[in-house]
């Protein structure tokens, strides 16, 4: 498994134990968030939050770090895509 591989397992949104890490039910429905939306947007998160602290990590290798810094702006480029359909709808 290459460093990348175990990004993406680390940075699923599953927990070890085969449980989802966050968990969008109760109170969704009732503010008016689309639960897909949060699921989404938590899972993009979350991966954000792995690969900057790979980045940190491997801060020595420049390679990795470049393999990270991509990965890192294709998951903001998702969030963008996420975000924008809400943004429009605004008023």
Do not use: H
């Amino acid at each position: 498994m290459t460093i990348v591989d175990c990004a993406s397992s680390v940075c699923s949104g599953v927990a070890p134990e085969g449980k989802p890490v966050w968990d969008a039910s109760g109170s969704l429905a009732s503010a008016g968030i689309d639960k897909n939306f949060v699921i989404g947007a938590a899972n993009i998160l979350q991966a954000l939050l792995c690969l900057s602290n790979l980045t940190n990590s491997e801060a020595d290798d420049a390679s990795k770090v470049r393999v990270y810094a991509k990965l890192a702006d294709e998951k903001l480029q998702a969030l963008g895509e996420l975000m924008r359909p809400m943004l429009w709808n605004l008023a």
